[in-house]
T-cell receptor, first 115, second 114 residues
Framework: GAGVSQTPSNKVTEKGKYVELRCDPI?????LYWYRQSLGQGPEFLIY????????DSGLPNDRFFAVRPEGSVSTLKIQRTERGDSAVYLC?????????????FGPGTRLTVT | GQQLNQSPQSMFIQEGEDVSMNCTSS?????WLWYKQDPGEGPVLLIA?????ELTSNGRLTAQFGITRKDSFLNISASIPSDVGIYFC??????????????FGKGMKLTVNP
């Protein structure tokens, strides 16, 4: 069956530009998460959606970061006025309560490089 | 952001050897998970633990949820070359406003020499 997919797999952008990263969760999963992983580190939580609403956005580093999930399936992470420090792998995960609490399944990530 | 204390940071072992790694936290978790990540891929779930004291196996992998709910360990027995990768522990915080975010360790890089 199809897992979590993310596009693009790689994104190179110039400092100051706007980027959008897309996540397609596993079909039927109501919960969706975004994490950011810097080199040599574990993933760090950004935002969590339950359905269409952001249930927890406490991990977003500042107001340049925003995410939406308008129909409760696909989600887009949006970064405005990108900075070199935003360079990282952005991971998306989804879960279903039927699969057991905490069992989040990750996509392959989008590697963002800000030059 | 918060991260768990995971050790060791790396290990070099011979094929066939066993390896252990552990994770500690200053906070209580009600779920512990262990993931493996290969280069260019997302983390893949290996084992999930839901109760303090729980010991769970998945093939050659065994993991335990510490009694204090602040630690967990993972053992890999009879290592093989495909065990190479980065292993992460993750804890799920008790729900606060419905959030089920995971907190991750920094990872343990495993190298297996054939």
């Amino acid at each position: 069956g199809a897992g979590v997919s993310q596009t693009p797999s790689n994104k190179v952008t110039e400092k100051g530009k706007y980027v959008e990263l897309r996540c397609d969760p596993i079909s039927g999963h109501t919960a969706l998460y975004w994490y950011r992983q810097s080199l040599g580190q574990g993933p760090e939580f950004l935002i969590y959606f339950q359905g269409t609403g952001a249930a927890d956005d406490s991990g977003l580093p500042n107001d340049r970061f925003f995410a939406v999930r308008p129909e409760g399936s696909v989600s887009t992470l949006k970064i405005q006025r990108t900075e070199r420090g935003d360079s990282a792998v952005y991971l998306c995960a989804s879960s279903s309560r039927l699969a057991g609490v905490g069992e989040q399944y990750f996509g392959p990530g989008t590697r963002l490089t800000v030059t | 952001g918060q991260q768990l204390n995971q050790s060791p940071q790396s290990m070099f072992i011979q094929e066939g050897e066993d390896v252990s790694m552990n994770c500690t936290s200053s906070s209580i978790f009600n779920t512990w998970l262990w993931y493996k990540q290969d280069p260019g891929e997302g983390p893949v779930l290996l084992i999930a633990l839901y109760k303090a004291g729980e010991l769970t196996s998945n093939g050659r992998l065994t993991a335990q949820f510490g009694i204090t709910r602040k630690d967990s360990f993972l053992n890999i027995s009879a290592s093989i070359p495909s065990d190479v990768g980065i292993y992460f522990c993750a804890g799920r915080t008790p729900p606060q406003g419905g959030s089920e975010k995971l907190v991750f360790g920094k990872g343990m890089k495993l190298t297996v020499n054939p």
